[in-house]
């Protein structure tokens, strides 16, 4: 592959992208769209959240109290509740989010309980999930509603524990927990309209066969449209990161470290490279854009809706669990929200950039092979 070639191609699919303000237009809108109206509609019922409890009372009534919140376990499913004996280490699971939220029975909590003097529990929530945390709120406070019911009190007031939540990082707003998704949807939608499409509509009128007379080879093409989708697909995500953010007042810029900064860039750089190559495994043998709709559609919804960008993963039935070990949008979604909202470092990302730059690595050559230079 030489670089003339390459050059020729890609200089020639970011003419063609430009060219077309329509398509440029739906590649930023559409996120944003998705943002605001997402953000202000959906709703849903979670179930199997991660929760840990660390018992340093082991008393009657915090044994009470774990059997009422494991009663919620068995029934509706809220928690999937695991008991740590070291408060320092549940708290890191809740920071690199093996945990949805941490409940802490302090030692004097039977003892508070009996004497009426308003007993306290800690509970420390991954707030960077809004959902999920007023979730958990929602069902330990009912917990502890129940926990001496078996006793009268003319001041029933004092005698029920109180809950302290304790939200590990600062307020975050449903909308404003989207933006790593809609994200991910500018990059799905940016690489799903460059490279491999054009490549599908220069099959569809013709153009190709004109590759024919020249010395262009399958990795000349390929390589050029995955740079130039590349470089456009980037932008996008960047400019919906920026926009996304003003819409729901929340300017990332004010808080994210320059390491931070640099570790989003790289995120979104893998996570379109990823996609660009899975695009061309999918649609190196297409010949009609009308079939680009379609997969594309489909391929939105089995990528973006498992990822964790609305839902979390750990709600989902066992199979779509399955599916979301090898979804690398769930990946990109859990690195840019640990990103933008923890204040995390490389350290806490490192395994999905692994996994992206694996999955890219693999799909570019994929892509390639699947690429058809022939009538």
């Given at each position: 592959m030489t670089m003339n070639r390459f050059s020729a191609?890609?200089?020639r699919d970011l003419r063609k992208f430009i060219r077309n303000p329509l398509v440029v237009a739906m590649s930023l809108l559409m996120p944003i769209i998705y943002l605001v109206i997402l953000g202000n509609s959906f709703q849903g019922e979670l179930k199997n959240l991660p929760l840990a409890?660390?018992?340093?009372?082991?008393?009657p009534y915090s044994t009470r109290m774990l059997e009422?919140?494991?009663?919620?376990?068995a029934g509706p499913g809220t928690f999937d509740i695991m008991t740590v004996s070291n408060q320092g280490f549940a708290m890191e699971g809740l920071r690199e989010g093996v945990y949805k939220g941490v409940l802490v029975i302090p030692p004097d909590f039977s003892r508070n309980?009996?004497?009426?003097?308003?007993?306290?529990?800690?509970?420390?929530?991954?707030?960077?999930?809004?959902i999920p945390a007023n979730t958990i709120q929602a069902a330990i406070s009912r917990a502890a509603a129940e926990i001496d019911r078996e006793f009268i009190s003319i001041r029933e007031e004092r005698t029920k524990p109180r809950i302290r939540p304790v939200e590990l990082y600062r307020k975050i707003d449903y909308d404003q927990t989207l933006i790593p998704g809609v994200v991910i949807m500018a990059i799905f939608l940016g690489a799903m309209t460059t490279g491999a499409f054009n490549m599908v509509m220069d099959r569809f009128l013709g153009v190709?066969?004109?590759?024919?007379?020249?010395?262009l080879t399958k990795r000349d093409i390929v390589m050029g449209l995955v740079a130039s989708g590349l470089i456009i697909t980037t932008i996008l995500a960047v400019l919906v990161l920026f926009f996304g953010s003003l819409i729901s007042g929340i300017y990332l810029w004010r808080f994210l470290t320059v390491e931070s900064l640099l570790l989003t860039l790289v995120i979104i750089i893998l996570s379109t490279l990823g996609l660009q190559g899975l695009m061309f495994v999918v649609m190196g043998r297409i010949n009609h854009p009308r079939i680009v709709g379609v997969?594309?559609?489909?391929?939105?919804?089995?990528?973006?809706?498992?990822?964790?960008?609305?839902?979390?993963?750990?709600s989902f039935p066992g199979w779509l669990k399955a599916f979301a070990v090898v979804n690398p949008e769930t990946y990109s979604v859990h690195a840019l929200r640990a990103l933008m909202f923890k204040g995390a470092g490389f350290g806490a990302v490192q395994n999905d950039i692994l996994f992206l730059a694996v999955f890219a690595s693999v799909s570019v050559i994929l892509g390639t092979a699947a690429f058809k230079r022939a009538l």
């Open positions: 191609i890609f200089e409890v660390v018992d340093q009372d082991n008393g009422l919140i494991r009663s919620i376990e309980v009996m004497r009426r003097t308003g007993a306290e529990i800690g509970l420390f929530l991954d707030n960077a999930e809004t190709e066969e004109s590759y024919f007379l020249t010395p997969l594309g559609g489909f391929m939105n919804v089995i990528f973006f809706f498992p990822s964790g960008a609305i839902y979390p993963v750990e």
